[in-house]
């Protein structure tokens, strides 16, 4: 059983450019969900795919937007970088039992974005 | 809005000890509680996921236990070791059953 895996490990941007970060969930799951996680804080959410439909997005402006493929991999991407959006970003897979309220979530490695 | 709030910051103990580490939660309208681990600069690896009709959940060496009415989960570590030096997060998934609200963790020190 693969876990989940993303991709690039690092990256450098300057203000105004575009990023494009990328997730493989974990084998047999359906639904992906991207977090951001700056220096010192926990985790927070910044939107969830369930069968390459967004369910759920937290308080982030529109230039954060994703996409999930047939294969339940992911896209996160940002446009208009800013300088606080330098952040370990962490994907999220998981299989949700409808029926009950299991539903864990297993991380990835993160990438680590830093925005000069 | 759900608020999660974890105590200690940061905790440092010798080797051997039992320890506690605490999480609170402002909404008890919880679909599950999970605790997580994480070394410096890495993903987050999930120890213990605690679904609402449960009171507790333990794997080894750790315990943890859920109580949605009072909006509190701790986490027990028994006979610590230098190797379970990491930040402990707890995060709660709401009704809706898709984000997590996390803490700000627990930054532990195991001494030898």
């Known amino acids: 059983e693969t876990g989940v895996t993303q991709s690039p490990t690092h990256l450098i941007k300057t203000r105004g450019q575009q990023v494009t970060l990328r997730c493989s969930s974990q084998?047999?799951?359906?639904?992906v969900s991207w977090y951001q996680q700056a220096l010192g804080q926990g985790p927070q959410f910044i939107f969830q795919?369930?069968?390459?439909?967004?369910?759920g997005r937290g308080n982030f402006p529109p230039r954060f937007s994703g996409l999930q493929f047939p294969n339940y991999s992911s896209e996160l991407n940002v446009n208009a970088l800013e300088l606080d959006d330098s952040a370990l970003y962490l994907c999220?897979?998981?299989?949700?039992?409808?029926?009950?309220?299991?539903?864990?979530?297993?991380f990835g490695p993160g990438t680590r974005l830093t925005v000069l | 809005k759900q608020e999660v709030t974890q105590i200690p910051a940061a905790l440092s103990v010798p080797e051997g000890e039992n320890l506690v580490l605490n999480c609170s939660f402002t909404?008890?309208?919880?679909?599950?509680l999970q605790w997580f681990r994480q070394d410096p600069g890495k993903g987050l690896t999930s120890l213990l996921l605690?679904?609402?009709?449960?009171r507790e959940q333990t794997s080894g060496r750790l315990n943890a236990s859920l109580d949605k009415s009072s909006g509190r989960s701790t986490l027990y570590i028994a006979a610590s070791q230098p190797g379970d030096s990491a930040t402990y997060l707890c995060?709660?998934?709401?009704?809706?059953?898709?984000?997590?609200?996390f803490g700000t963790g627990t930054q532990l020190k195991v001494e030898l």
């Open positions: 084998s047999g799951h359906n639904t």
């Open positions: 999220a897979s998981s299989l949700p039992n409808r029926k009950s309220s299991y539903n864990e979530q297993f």
């Open positions: 995060a709660v998934e709401g009704g809706g059953g898709n984000k997590l609200t």
């Open positions: 909404d008890s309208a919880i679909y599950n």
């Open positions: 605690i679904q609402s009709s449960q």
């Open positions: 795919y369930y069968r390459e439909e967004e369910n």
